[in-house]
């Protein structure tokens, strides 16, 4: 549903309450008259300093995660986009597959998720050998190299920043961010991508893709992207990264 404000577009935008990042990012690459309408998925406990915790963090989103896209869809937004990130490279490729399905069952709208946006930008920018940084513990990363792996891509390296809870991920310093990307960066490496939708990445990875000459792909970027196109908005955004400038 357009709005007086948003007449274009208007995205529901699914957020686990924890995250504090998604909406300040996305509302830094808005276009005019595009709005963003979140619903929060409560997370009740924001433990994550190890794989047993990070799975249980997940079981627990899974069990909010309907009631969320229940509470956005009140807005009537045009279009769903999935402000989180693991969920949506669970079980690889048909994982993420699956996933879509289920939320556009539940919602009755389309969705871009950040392992589909993910996956088409490096497509697009026809990247194959690929390094990755996370927020994630391992059994995050072995989701993420399993998602990439499936569809094709030689992933190189996967750098786990192992953050202890949900919130702690919107305190990782852009100085890690960037340490992070070049610890899995090489002169093999096409492109390099980051997962974790709370982690702030954007800026970062725009800066360090000007540097380097190599795509650096933030997924909060990505995934803006892969809305906006698949919306029909076409509009060339400046300083976010090669995806938002020149696709």
């Not at 048909?94 to 539940?106: H, I, Q, S, Y």
């Not at 940084?133 to 891509?153: A, E, K, M, S």
């Not at 991920?169 to 100085?175: F, G, L, M, Q, T």
Request: aromatic share 8%.
């Amino acid at each position: 549903m357009t709005t007086a404000i948003a007449d274009r577009v208007a995205f529901g935008v699914v957020i686990p309450s924890t995250n504090t990042i998604v909406e300040d990012e996305y509302n830094m690459m808005r276009p005019p008259g595009v709005s963003f309408h979140a619903g929060l998925i409560y997370i009740k406990d924001e433990s994550l300093g190890s794989d047993e915790t990070f799975e249980t963090f997940l079981v627990d989103l899974r069990q909010e995660l309907g009631r969320a896209i229940r509470d956005v869809v009140t807005a009537k937004p045009d279009y769903l986009v999935m402000g989180m990130s693991a969920e949506t490279f669970w079980g690889g490729a048909e994982g993420n597959e699956r996933f879509e399905k289920w939320v556009r069952e539940e919602s009755g709208l389309a969705v871009s998720t950040g392992a589909s946006a993910c996956n088409e930008a490096l497509h697009r920018l026809n990247a194959h050998r690929i390094g990755v940084i996370t927020p994630y513990q391992p059994v995050g990363d072995d989701q993420v190299r399993t998602f990439f792996t499936q569809l094709g891509f030689d992933v190189a390296a996967v750098k786990g920043l192992k953050c202890p809870t949900a919130t702690s991920i919107a305190e990782v310093s852009a100085d890690e961010i960037r340490n992070a990307f070049l610890s899995v960066d090489g002169p093999d490496v096409d492109a390099l991508v980051q997962a974790g939708t709370n982690l702030a990445a954007v800026k970062v990875a725009a800066e360090l893709e000007a540097e380097l000459g190599k795509p650096v792909i933030a997924i909060n970027a990505a995934t803006v992207w892969h809305a906006l196109r698949t919306n029909g908005i076409d509009d060339r955004i400046d300083g976010f990264g090669r995806l938002l400038q020149d696709f």
